[in-house]
C-alpha cells in the first residue's frame, strides 16, 4: 500500500519569505500522480499543484513550485513570495491512476506572519 | 464550477444514535470518496463509489456504511454513533474523463456526545 509521509505538522515564517514544505512517499509503481492541496481556515481544500510521475519538469504554478525527487520518492511544496493567504493547512497527497482514491500525508499547518 | 455540498456544516449527535451525512456533486460526477480528517493523521479514505449502487471500502470502513441510489448523491452512514467518530468528514468527487482533480465539499463537523 502506498503511504505518504510530511514530517513537519507545523511551519511558521514571515510574510514575503520563502517557505519549502516537505513531503516523502513509499510506493512501487513506476507512473502516479502527487498532488499539493491546500486547506485555509474556510475547510475547503483547494489544488495547490500537481506532477506527473513519468515528467521529469518540476511543476510550477505563480508562487508555487515542487522539486520532485522520483528515485528518493520526495515531493517538496516550494512557496515564494509568501503571503498571510497562504496560511492554511497543507497535504501531499499520492494517487496511482486517474480518478482513482488519493492518499494523504498527515498535513503541514503553515502560518505566514505579517 | 463543479459544486460539492455536504448538507451539515456542523453536527452534534448522541452515542448510539443512526447518523447520516449526505453530499451533492452537481456535475454529473462517476466518483465520489467520503474521507475523515483528524489531526496528525491527515484525511483517511472511508468508501468511495465509482457508479451508482457500487461501493467499495476505503481504509477505514469500520462503523460505517455508504449509500449511492443516485449518481449525484453518496451519503455516509454511521449505524451507532461513537464518541470516537468525532471527526471532520470531507466528501469529494471526480471524473474519469477530467483532468483527475478532486473536488472537494466543505466537510461536517460530527461530534458526537
Known amino acids: 500500500a502506498q503511504t505518504v509521509t510530511q514530517s513537519q505538522p507545523e511551519m511558521s515564517v514571515q510574510e514575503a519569505e520563502t517557505v519549502t514544505l516537505s513531503c516523502t512517499y513509499d510506493?512501487?509503481?513506476?507512473?502516479?500522480?502527487l498532488f499539493w492541496y491546500k486547506q485555509p481556515p474556510s475547510r475547503q481544500m483547494i489544488l495547490v499543484i500537481r506532477?506527473?510521475?513519468?515528467?521529469?519538469q518540476n511543476a510550477t504554478e505563480n508562487r508555487f513550485s515542487v522539486n520532485f525527487q522520483k528515485a528518493a520518492k520526495s515531493f517538496s511544496l516550494k512557496i515564494s513570495d509568501s503571503q498571510l493567504g497562504d496560511t492554511a493547512m497543507y497535504f501531499c497527497?499520492?494517487?496511482?491512476?486517474?480518478?482513482?482514491?488519493?492518499?494523504f500525508g498527515q498535513g503541514t499547518r503553515l502560518t505566514i506572519n505579517p | 464550477d463543479v459544486k460539492v455540498t455536504q448538507s451539515s456544516r456542523y453536527l452534534v449527535k448522541r452515542t448510539g444514535e443512526k447518523v447520516f451525512l449526505e453530499c451533492v456533486q452537481d456535475?454529473?460526477?462517476?466518483?465520489m470518496f467520503w474521507y475523515r480528517q483528524d489531526p496528525g493523521l491527515g484525511l483517511r479514505l472511508i468508501y468511495f463509489?465509482?457508479?451508482?449502487?457500487?461501493?467499495e471500502k476505503g481504509d477505514i470502513p469500520e462503523g460505517y456504511s455508504v449509500s449511492r441510489e443516485k449518481k449525484e448523491r453518496f451519503s455516509l452512514i454511521l449505524e451507532s454513533a461513537s464518541t470516537n467518530q468525532t471527526s471532520m468528514y470531507l466528501c469529494a468527487s471526480t471524473s474519469p474523463q477530467g483532468d483527475y482533480g478532486y473536488t472537494f465539499g466543505s466537510g461536517t463537523r460530527l461530534t458526537v456526545v
Open positions: 456535475m454529473d460526477h462517476e466518483n
Open positions: 506532477q506527473e510521475a513519468y515528467k521529469q
Open positions: 510506493t512501487s509503481e513506476s507512473n502516479y500522480y
Open positions: 497527497a499520492f494517487m496511482k491512476q486517474v480518478a482513482q482514491k488519493l492518499v
Open positions: 463509489s465509482y457508479d451508482v449502487k457500487m461501493k
